[in-house]
């Protein structure tokens, strides 16, 4: 059908071009509005600043409240700010949904919201008409001193690129509770499929911790690649920080099990959705720093790159030989659906 989009995140340059083309009132109180790259906005509150951050869970149905609590928890946190208050819209589909169901994401919600010492403090539940999973759209809240806020836009050329834990670790998650049974099938035994499915906490999809810690230090930009994965993720920094960006392939850490569940279902997992990795973007001279104080909190930090200046583009080396980094807003893992 003519002009159907496609299923995930709306593509970059139509975003853009309605980002450009409606505006709302200016205001002189917002420091971050919307924009590409800009993981939440960023709203001048008296001595501080409040961080605010929605995203919706939609790909997700097992654990959806634990999801919902910390990818919209980690947007707050790469802003350098500390995440406070949540609030959750749930939808749920009418004729299959219980009281159960209900209870079991509310529990969610507020079990992730104890371990990261959020408050849930409102929202909104329904049965919906039309919807055959469900869905929750989370909205956070923190705060952050104003000379401690970190912005999407302040890579630099020569900077270092750091990657914690490593990549695809949602989709790792998801793939395994979406497809339990295929994998069965698959001859996959369920004590691995059970492992893979514990990726939500182990490694885990917070990033909170990370980037608090790597926020003690003079970062110049910080991100939390989710949809699109890893690649996207660098290339929305480049286009808010407008640089240029050189990755190393052989430098990114990939879990076997991220690779042998991608494999299986032909998706790339530079490309599939990504919460659990932070990307730390800071000077070369901090990097080792920051690097070793994560590993001395027992989160993996390698350097998987640098920052170039922006008519470099994006290129990643493959084996020793460049190419240009491609880059969809669409992830892999809507090819499951």
Known sequence: MKNVLPLGKLDYTLLETLLQKYRSAPDPRVIVGPGIGNDAAVIEFSDRYLVLKTDPI????????????????????????????????????????????????????????????????????????NIDRPIITGVMAGEVAKGKL??????????????????????????????????????????FINHCR???HAPGLSVVKDALLAARFAVHAMHDPTEGGLFAGLFEIAKASRVGILINQEKIPVFPETQTLCKEFHLDPFRTIASGALVIIASFESANTIISLLKDHDI?????????????GLKISVGGKLHDLEVTASDEITKLY
Not at 93 to 111: G, M, N, R, V, W
Not at 167 to 185: F, H, N, P
Not at 302 to 308: F, P
Request: hydrophobic share 40%; charged share 25%.
């Open 300 to 312: 993996i930090a390698v350097s998987i790159g640098e920052v170039k200046e922006r008519g470099f």
């Open 198 to 200: 514990n990726f939500l």
């Open 150 to 191: 970190v912005k999407s836009c302040g890579a630099k050329p020569g900077d270092a690129i750091i990657l914690t834990k490593g990549i695809a670790i949602e989709g790792t998650s998801i793939i395994a509770r979406e497809k339990y049974k295929e994998l069965i099938t698959r001859g996959h035994n369920e004590r």
């Open 58 to 129: 939609t790909f997700a149905t097992d654990e959806i409240g634990w999801y919902a609590v910390n990818v919209n928890a980690n947007d707050i946190a790469v802003t350098g700010a500390t995440p406070k208050w949540f609030m959750a819209t749930v939808l749920l589909p009418e004729k299959k949904s219980t009281y159960k169901d209900a209870e079991s994401i509310l529990h969610q919600i507020t079990e992730a919201s104890r371990t990261l010492g959020i408050s849930l403090i409102g929202g909104h539940t329904e049965v919906t008409y």
